[in-house]
Each structure stands twice: as structure tokens, then as C-alpha cells.
């Protein structure tokens, strides 16, 4: 990478009729996937060169389509989270400063993160999301529920924005589960390393926190050492691998290290910081992944918890017929549907780190 609750039906780009048709194969339930999203009011700009930009969204939603799945999706408006909800993992001068900072016109606050005046409610809005998908999954009839929203939010820190993230909305969820007494599992398999998440976490025994990523990358964090503070021991599990690794290694990732150490956990929920820049065809990085790959991964990892308990939270991907396809394959796998515009890949490059991790975790 260089340098408020109930949600009301949106509208999809270029639908003029948002009522669903039920699935016949799922009895009781309206659609299968709730989808809360705010194409139409994301005011998050960015510069021109930016990869983080508007046409992200659009891209990902475009993937719903081109998988068949418009029938499958309800569509919802994410409320904007509170800032008392985002101080549960930011520190509240933080988030005043994020505030004044987009209302004096926002600018650059690294090298690679922006704000700019929308951006203090679109960001508010992208939390909201992932607060709304939950609440959704607790309450609702929907077997899944993904947050579609942008700015990512897995690098933001507790005081601090940067890899294009200004507030860690998968956190922010975490964070509202573990107050309520619930255990829940965060898997990132965005290519770059979460360490916003990792960090707020690391020592909290009610949040397991997974990451695969390509190392060395920015942002040159999640050591494989890294397994969990004091107080929270065997709650982080990093798997750094290498530039080429594909499909298969990570299929193999899952079944014989993350799938054992997430059922030692036993969590209640699952949260993926589904990033999608680990495709082959992504320009900041350079994994092997394809579509099918996160396909495979999606539908496994779902597996892990109980029923209605999966959120996927959009993260990365910066190639958008990349995204669009990752996103189609990923959540048409999880409902049992099957679209797979490309294989899924395989390769050897990576083996040594699956090697290493299943020595370090005694597995």
C-alpha cells in the first residue's frame, strides 16, 4: 500500500425495485444476504491518483450482479455510529480531532491517508454498518449480512489514521459483541496486515484476532511471534507469507491452523476483514489469489461458527473487476450458490510459513 439502530431499505444502483423475492430453498427467511451499504452517500474524497476512491464501491456492489444475487440481497442504509460507539476503540480526542480536522477541510494526515469534509460522516457511516450488520444477524431473518462501505478501517490505530483508514469499523463491531459478553473471532485476509486491529486486541481475551498477509508489506507489521499480550495469550494468530503465494496454501492455512485455532477459541461470531487486494491482479501487492480462492475461504471459514453469525466487512481490493468478481465469488459461497469466474489457483511458494505456524501453535 502506498506509502442511528434500525437501517432502511436503499436503493441499489440502477434498480428502481429493492422489494425482495424470497429464495424458494430458504423457508422463512426474506433474502439470504443483508447487505447495508451508502454508495449514494459517500462523501469521502480522495485525490485522483488515490486508489482508495469512489469507484471502489461501485465496483464491489456491481459483483452482487454479475453473480446472480440480486434476488438473494436486501439492501439497508447504515445509521452513523455514535461517537461514544467509536470510543470503545478509539480514544475520544482522536475522534474530536478526525472531526474538526474533515470540518476545517479535511487535507492529508499521512502520506497515504486522506480526509476531506464528507469524510468525518461517511467514515461514521462505514461503522455504522458493521454495528447495523450485527444487530441485523441478532434480530433479523437474513443468513448473512456484509458491511460495503468505505473508507477501509483495519490499519486505524486507537489515536491514530493511516493505510487509508480512519476509524476500524470491524473494531468498533468487536467491540459492542465483547461488552455484550460475546466471543468473537476478526479473520483478515486482506494482503496487508491489520494492524489497527491487532493493536487494539492484542491483550483482550474476548476478541481472537487472525491475519494473512504478505510480508514484507506495508505496513511492515504482524510478525508471526506475535500471539497475544499477557493477558490474552493464543488470541492472535498472524500468517505472514510471501509474495506469490496462492489458493491452495491458503486453503491449507485454514483447515490446519486457523480452523483448529478458532475452534479452541470457540467464538460466537465471526468477523472477516474481507479485503480483496490479495488477488493476483491487484496493483499494491503481489499475492496469487484469485476470485474462487476467497470463495473457498468464505464458505470454510463461515463453517466455523454458528448460524446467522458471519459479518463480512469490506477492507482493501484495488483492481475493480478484481473486486467486483472477488465479492460476487465470495458472498455466492456462502449462501450455497456457486459463481466462479476464474479457478481457484495453486502453488507452492508459502508451504514453509504454514510449516512454521503449525510449529508455533503445536498443531
Avoid at 431499505?9 to 444476504?33: E, F, K, Y
Wanted: proline share 8%; net charge negative; glycine share 8%.
Amino acid at each position: 500500500m502506498m506509502s442511528p439502530l434500525g437501517a432502511t431499505s436503499c436503493r441499489p444502483p440502477g434498480r428502481t425495485d429493492v422489494t425482495p423475492v424470497p429464495l424458494a430453498r430458504l423457508t422463512g427467511v426474506v433474502a439470504p444476504i443483508a447487505l447495508f451499504t451508502m454508495v449514494e452517500e459517500d462523501h469521502h474524497a480522495t485525490p485522483p491518483w488515490h486508489p482508495e476512491n469512489s469507484e471502489r464501491l461501485p465496483a464491489a456492489l456491481a459483483g452482487i450482479s454479475e453473480a446472480a444475487l440480486d434476488e438473494a440481497v436486501t439492501w439497508h442504509r447504515p445509521r452513523a455510529a455514535e461517537v461514544a460507539e467509536l470510543a470503545r476503540v478509539h480514544d475520544p480526542a482522536y475522534v474530536e480531532a478526525i472531526e474538526r480536522f474533515c470540518a476545517g477541510g479535511g487535507g492529508d494526515l499521512d502520506p497515504d491517508t486522506y480526509a476531506s469534509p464528507g469524510s468525518w460522516e461517511t467514515a461514521r457511516l462505514a461503522a455504522g454498518a458493521t454495528l447495523d450488520a450485527v444487530a441485523e444477524l441478532r434480530d433479523g431473518t437474513s443468513e448473512l449480512a456484509f458491511a460495503a462501505c468505505r473508507p477501509p478501517g483495519h490499519h486505524a490505530v486507537a489515536d491514530r489514521a493511516m493505510g487509508f483508514c480512519l476509524f476500524n469499523s470491524v473494531a468498533v463491531a468487536a467491540a459492542e459483541l465483547a461488552e455484550r459478553g460475546e466471543r468473537v473471532a476478526i479473520v483478515d485476509w486482506d494482503v496487508h496486515h491489520g494492524n489497527g486491529t491487532q493493536d487494539i486486541f492484542y491483550d483482550d481475551p474476548r476478541v481472537l484476532y487472525v491475519s494473512t498477509h504478505q510480508a514484507p508489506l506495508y505496513p511492515f507489521t504482524g510478525r508471526a511471534d506475535e500471539t497475544g499480550g499477557p493477558h490474552a495469550p493464543r488470541s492472535n494468530l498472524n500468517l505472514p507469507f510471501p509474495a506469490g503465494t496462492r489458493g491452495d496454501v491458503y486453503r491449507r492455512a485454514v483447515e490446519e491452523v486457523i480452523a483448529p485455532v478458532v475452534d479452541e477459541f470457540a467464538p460466537d461470531w465471526l468477523l472477516i476483514s474481507a479485503g480483496f487486494d490479495a488477488h493476483r491482479a491487484d496493483p499494491l501487492a503481489n499475492l496469487e489469489l484469485t476470485s474462487a480462492d476467497f470463495a473457498d475461504l468464505a464458505a470454510r471459514l463461515q463453517a466455523l461458527v454458528p448460524a446467522r453469525r458471519t459479518v463480512v466487512v469490506l477492507e482493501g481490493g484495488y483492481d475493480l473487476k478484481a473486486l467486483a468478481e472477488s465479492t460476487g465469488a465470495t458472498l455466492a459461497a456462502m449462501i450455497g450458490e456457486r459463481y466462479r469466474p476464474e479457478p481457484a489457483s495453486a502453488g507452492e511458494i508459502g508451504l514453509p510459513t504454514l510449516a512454521a505456524a503449525k510449529q508455533r501453535w503445536d498443531l
